[in-house]
């Protein structure tokens, strides 16, 4: 079955410190990978994605995500956390054919503390 | 570029009845749409998928009948909430394919709050 795990459901960084969300996925072929942020009450905004080439992918506001083919991983990380990066985290998969939906993990939330 | 709209952004109804909700591609055709509902601290739920000039494919256990989606053309697709209930308020998102780009990717719109009374 296809699905994506975020093992994490909140998460508490202190300003300033690094941080690592986890993504794990289950799918038949090699999926496209995606993670999307949420502030209360709004839509999804995407950080980065990756689709094919290198493993690492640079995203948005500083934030980074690894592919791993062998642990069917794909974690996000951010050297430097800003107390404006507190939201919710959502990592998502999809077939690489076109018209289908994407499968969106439970998400993670992150606090950030002074 | 790339941007989706949904309107309206929050909308409050008494029970019984039905409310349409619009996604627009503003800058680009959209062949396909996807409408995901969220319900408080949880993900996303595919309800179903909009071809546009087709009929919306739905995912196991949504009421077709219920929420009526037209998907009339490359930037406009509509999801209508017919004989609204309480159990009906939620966050409703959608998102849409871009036609010519590569692989799967999606732009989603920035939701619409529905809450029935």
């Known amino acids: 079955a296809q699905s994506v795990t975020q093992p994490d459901i909140h998460i508490t960084v202190s300003e300033g410190a690094s941080l690592e969300l986890r993504c794990n996925y289950s799918?038949?072929?090699?999926?496209?990978l995606f993670w999307y942020v949420q502030s209360p009450g709004q839509g999804l905004q995407l950080l980065l994605k990756?689709?094919?080439?290198?493993?690492l992918v640079q995203g948005i506001k500083g934030f980074e995500a690894e592919f791993k083919r062998s642990q069917s991983s794909f974690n996000l990380r951010k050297p430097s956390v800003h107390w404006s990066d507190a939201a919710e985290y959502f990592c998502a998969v999809g077939a690489r054919q076109a018209g289908t939906a994407l499968i969106f993990g439970k998400g993670t939330t992150l606090s950030v503390s002074s | 570029g790339a941007v989706v709209s949904q309107h309206p952004s929050r909308v409050i109804c008494k029970s019984g009845t039905s409310v349409k909700i619009e996604c627009r591609s503003l800058?680009?055709?959209?062949?396909?749409m996807f409408w995901y509902r969220q319900f408080p601290k949880q993900s996303l739920m595919l309800m179903a998928t909009?071809?546009?000039?087709?009929?919306?494919?739905?995912e196991q256990g949504v009421e077709k009948d219920k929420f009526l989606i037209n998907h009339a053309s490359l930037t406009l697709s509509t999801l209508t909430v017919t004989s609204a209930h309480p159990e009906d308020s939620s966050f409703y998102i959608c998102?849409?394919?871009?036609?010519?780009?590569?692989?799967?990717?999606?732009?989603f719109g920035p939701g619409t709050r529905l809450t029935v009374l």
């Open positions: 998102s849409a394919r871009f036609s010519g780009g590569a692989g799967n990717e999606q732009f």
């Open positions: 909009s071809n546009e000039g087709s009929k919306a494919t739905y």
């Open positions: 800058d680009f055709q959209a062949t396909t």
């Open positions: 990756y689709f094919s080439g290198d493993t």
């Open positions: 799918y038949g072929a090699t999926p496209y």
